[in-house]
């Protein structure tokens, strides 16, 4: 079980590295996929060697899959808007809310 | 050293998956053209789909292939291709604090594998239980799953289908062009 546990941890701290360093709209979006992917296996992973009796962690993982699946097109609809009215999806530009 | 050579030679598919998952992973975060790291975030996602595999979950593997690798990398693709000239785009894709924030990431990722660990060895009688003593998990978990969702969880499930509703409502409304 360790070393499943252990390989999404790495997966998540390389989704919080794309989140944190991307200038790319795009590619924050798809490092906040793979943190979606290292939770999912994280709960996978219980379920088979913590606690067989039930599908729990089978079924949260499904549902966590509808949610990014909503989450991902929410913001690359997002992505589109931003291109059309700044020309361009850099993070440093949009700053429309900053204070 | 001989752990980990014991470990390696022990489950050699699960580590070829994990590589290519972990690689792939960071040429998601760190490659410069942003279409290469559509198709490596597909790659990963595909080895995310083999874990589950080895993991006795066969439907979630093929939900993850239907849904991620078939459907959100292929909006991925069609955001990208909408949104910016790709092939001639020779700007910097990472932030120049990528070196600062890679430390503390580095630190995040450490202190879990570790507090995992700890937490692993605490509760060992709970998961390093006699296979004979653990129930398996059942083979047709494709049956069970959808058992599940028409009963258990049939609340949940409705909630679901009405956020996938109000999302594709949502995106309509944000990528139409204004009319005035």
Known sequence: ?99 | MDILLNELAGRPVFWIISMIMLVSAFMVVTLKNVFHCAIFLILTLFSVAGLFVMLNAEFLAAAQVLIYVGAISILMIFAIMLSSNFAKDKIRMTSKNAIVVSLPVMFFGLGVIALVVKTIVDIQPLWNRDPADLTALPADNTMMIGKYLMTEYMLPFEVVSVLLLSAMIGAIVLARKERS
Do not use: C, H
Not at chain 1, 49 to 78: C, Y
Not at chain 1, 80 to 95: A, F, S
């Open chain 1, 1 to 99: 079980m360790l070393p499943y546990i252990a390989v999404a941890a790495v997966l998540f701290s390389l989704g919080i590295f794309g989140v944190l360093t991307r200038r790319n709209t795009i590619g924050i979006l798809m490092s906040l996929e793979l943190m979606f992917n290292a939770v999912n296996i994280n709960l996978v992973a219980f379920n088979k060697f913590v606690w067989t009796d039930a599908l729990i962690g089978q079924m949260f993982a499904m549902f966590i899959i509808v949610v990014a699946a909503a989450e991902a097109v929410v913001g690359l609809a997002i992505v589109l808007l931003l291109y059309r009215n700044w020309q361009g999806i850099n993070t440093d530009n949009i700053n429309i809310m900053k204070w």
